[in-house]
């Protein structure tokens, strides 16, 4: 026969004929597309700054030379000293002058070895990459006792890339867990409208010894079914703007050095949005349903 | 047996609309129940089919005292009424068929069963041709005699109809007052609330009064007549 028969089911209550109601998959559709778009970018953060921890672990320290050698040698100790002194750092070891040598021998050939050019000295500088170490401001300290001494620039770039890494993952996190909490909020108000909305109807059903779990599964049933519509929709579109994000930022190097990308098991992972969306607007509807059924005498 | 001992009904911190109400309805009695409009018919209705607890005063309902009843079993007892409301709140989005079988199946019935019933019940109301029908396309009196077998569908123990022949022709209201008679000699309580005076000579059934929240009678139509000559 016919009735209402949605996905298979059937409903009694017509959910369906407010406005809030038939806007519904919409909004979930637009909350589970920005959740999964923040979540998206927060896991791409997040990989950029396990890449950075696997390659920031080692900077150098130019010195430059000076007419007196000597002059250089206490500037390396000097520096040496600023370092050896800075939480985080692991060690630091001043590169052999025969070494610099070899390092600048294909561009400068025999001139290397006379003695008579004054060469710059370099200090290997290792550091624990969990620590919340700021290069920028460690070059500043190192000028104060060594004017023009420097960090390496891939190295403080590399630093400002993670820090941004760092930021995006905390908001988009964030907003994305916030966005969920909205879609669960506006099913609750849903639903509630739609309990007052329908109150004849549902007053019939109980009448006619419908129980309120009867009852409260047609909200569920409803909700269930438009959050998966939405967060199918969602999904889909979100997963199509999280591939242009990742291909720009890739071809605009937004994260320096490192490779921008997903991996499986954060799309798998993403994927779970919408079902985990799905699942919590169901239970919500369920609650806000039995609630308001269990004010009813 | 369906009793009222002294009930009182109120809406939240509202007048009374029901005071003192004392009513006794066994297993087949047929009653009408008059009163002008306001004067409490639909909430007596709603008490009796428990959609609203009494705010004093006892009911009893299938011998059984609604006070101590828990929500499950007043769940069970509805499940043994039926009713035709005034608005009678057929379900638009649903077809002929699919609003009568509805207490059937929030009953648990069988897809078969339901399916025999239903199609019996819209043979005998003449309705088999609108069996897919949704109610905005039927008449005022097709949508009555809708409601009408909704209520009766489930063969409760008490049938309570608020003006079940307020929209239909005569001839149709002397087949739905036969179908109400029939139910009555099953054993179902049947009690109707009306407007129609010679609806109740007609049959002659015993008459309740309601004014301004008190219940009077039931006295037999005779006695009616005689009293308002």
């Not at chain 1, 016919?2 to 017509?14: A, K, N, Y």
């Not at chain 1, 994305?176 to 059903?205: M, P």
């Not at chain 1, 993403?270 to 079902?275: H, K, M, N, S, Y």
């Not at chain 2, 015993?206 to 009077?216: I, Y």
Request: proline share 4%; hydrophobic share 50%.
């Amino acid at each position: 026969m016919s009735g209402i028969l949605v996905g298979g089911r059937r409903f009694d209550l017509p959910l369906d004929t407010t406005a809030a109601a038939r806007l519904l998959p919409w909004i979930i559709t637009a909350l589970v597309f920005l959740a999964v778009v923040a979540l998206g970018v927060a896991a791409a953060a997040d990989n950029a700054l396990t890449a950075y921890s696997m390659r920031a672990r080692l900077v150098t320290v130019t010195i430059p030379a000076s007419e007196d050698p000597s002059a250089t040698d206490q500037d390396v100790v000097r520096a040496l000293d600023v370092l050896q002194r800075v939480a985080g750092v692991t060690s630091a070891t001043a590169v052999g002058e025969k070494e610099i040598e070899e390092l600048i021998e294909p561009w400068i050939g025999d001139a290397a070895d006379t003695g008579d050019l004054p060469l710059p000295r370099l200090i290997d500088v290792t550091f624990d990459a969990t620590s919340d170490l700021d290069l920028a401001r460690l070059q500043s300290e190192l000028r104060q006792v060594v004017p023009g001494a420097t960090l390496g620039v891939e190295a403080i770039s590399r630093n400002r890339a993670e820090r941004l890494a760092s930021f995006l993952r905390a908001w988009t996190v964030a907003v994305g867990v916030l966005v969920l909490l909205g879609a669960v909020g506006l099913v609750a108000w849903v639903t509630r409208l739609s309990l007052e909305l329908h109150n004849d109807t549902v007053e019939l059903l109980r009448f006619m010894g419908a129980p309120d779990g009867y009852v409260a599964r047609q909200f569920e049933r409803h909700a269930l079914l438009n959050a998966i519509r939405g967060g199918i929709a969602g999904f889909v579109l979100a997963a199509i703007v999280l591939v242009l994000l990742i291909w720009t930022g890739r071809l605009m190097e937004i994260a320096g050095p490192v490779e921008l990308g997903l991996r499986a098991v954060d799309w798998i992972l993403l994927a779970c949005v919408p079902v985990v969306t799905a699942l919590l607007i169901t239970a919500v509807a369920r609650v806000i349903a039995v609630w308001g059924l269990g004010r009813l005498p | 047996m369906i009793r009222l001992d002294k009930v009182g009904m109120r809406y939240g911190s509202g007048p009374e609309v029901l005071r003192e109400v004392n009513l006794t309805l066994h297993r087949g009695e047929f009653m009408f129940l008059m009163g002008p409009s306001g004067a409490g018919k639909t909430t007596l209705f709603r008490v009796l089919g428990l959609l609203n607890m009494p705010s004093s005063g006892r009911l009893t309902m299938f011998d059984k005292d609604v006070a101590t009843m828990s929500r499950e079993q007043l769940t069970a007892q509805r499940r043994r009424i039926g009713m035709v409301f005034q608005d009678l709140r057929l379900l638009d989005h649903l077809s002929a068929f699919d609003n009568i079988a509805l207490p059937l199946r929030i009953n648990g019935g069988q897809d078969e069963q339901i399916g025999g019933f239903v199609s019996e019940m819209l043979g005998w109301l003449g309705l088999a041709e609108l069996i897919e029908a949704k109610p905005p396309t039927l008449s005022m009196g097709q949508r009555q005699l809708v409601a009408v077998a909704r209520a009766v569908v489930t063969r409760p123990n008490l049938l309570l109809c608020d003006e079940p022949t307020s929209n239909i022709d005569s001839k149709l209201a002397r087949r739905l007052m036969h179908l109400f008679t029939q139910l009555s000699k099953l054993g179902t309580a049947v009690l109707i609330s009306t407007h129609n005076d010679d609806l109740v000579e007609r049959y002659g059934h015993p008459v309740l009064h309601m004014d301004n929240g008190r219940l009077s009678g039931p006295v037999v139509a005779a006695e009616k007549m005689a009293a308002a000559d």
